[in-house]
T-cell receptor, first 114, second 118 residues
Framework: DGGITQSPKYLFRKEGQNVTLSCEQN?????MYWYRQDPGQGLRLIYY???????QKGDIAEGYSVSREKKESFPLTVTSAQKNPTAFYLC?????????????FGPGTRLLVL | AQKVTQAQTEISVVEKEDVTLDCVYE???????LFWYKQPPSGELVFLIR??????QNEISGRYSWNFQKSTSSFNFTITASQVVDSAVYFC???????????????FGGGTRVLVKP
């Protein structure tokens, strides 16, 4: 089955700790995205990548970092600089990142701060 | 101002009732796309429909229907004869041509929670 997988489902972070959220897709999509969802709100774009070894900041990139070494993988690191990391994180992908394309989403990772 | 506004935060209906979700958007682009996604309690966003700015034809798919009106910048979604499984949060989203340099990001509304009671 083709799709997007995210792990872990739940992640706990201690103060001052960096944590990495995994996102893998086997859809052969070039574009991948990370969104953050806060309770009762819509999604906001953190980072996106339209091709391997290239990525761009979204609207709320501060305190986050990403890498895109493989087409299938787009991990997100929540750094200690992100002061309010508790949220639901969703990864998405689309064929090429163009205007008309549908973005397909993974199941999400819920990050909680201890 | 919000680019995508979903004024209804929560709607509660009894099974078999119809429910209409409102979405009002704001853009200066002439070329744009509108989307509806469903987020069940599991959390994953499920794609429902995509509509481009040049196609105002309304669409029906099973119990779902969409009403796109450029004159009022609205893209409303109706569930006919609702079922308990329709309980979820529904998001309207906008993709604008002017955002091509920003990866054609989706701008989401705040979502409408639909609760269908048996």
């Amino acid at each position: 089955d083709g799709g997007i997988t995210q792990s872990p489902k739940y992640l706990f972070r201690k103060e001052g700790q960096n944590v990495t959220l995994s996102c893998e897709q086997n859809l052969n999509h070039d574009a991948m995205y990370w969104y953050r969802q806060d309770p009762g709100q819509g999604l906001r774009l953190i980072y996106y990548s339209q091709i391997v070894n290239d990525f761009q900041k979204g609207d709320i990139a501060e305190g986050y970092s990403v890498s895109r070494e493989k087409k299938e993988s787009f991990p997100l690191t929540v750094t200690s600089a992100q002061k309010n990391p508790t949220a639901f994180y969703l990864c998405a992908s689309s064929i090429g990142g163009t205007l008309q394309e549908t973005q397909y989403f993974g199941p999400g990772t819920r990050l909680l701060v201890l | 101002a919000q680019k995508v506004t979903q004024a209804q935060t929560e709607i509660s209906v009894v099974e078999k009732e119809d429910v209409t979700l409102d979405c009002v958007y704001e853009t200066r682009d002439t070329t744009y796309y509108l989307f509806w996604y469903k987020q069940p309690p599991s959390g994953e966003l499920v794609f429902l429909i995509r509509r481009n700015s040049f196609d105002e034809q309304n669409e029906i798919s099973g119990r779902y229907s969409w009403n796109f009106q450029k004159s009022t910048s609205s893209f409303n979604f109706t569930i006919t004869a609702s079922q308990v499984v329709d309980s979820a949060v529904y998001f309207c989203a906008l993709s604008e041509a002017s955002q091509a340099a920003a990866g054609n990001k989706l701008t989401f509304g705040g979502g409408t929670r639909v609760l269908v009671k048996p």
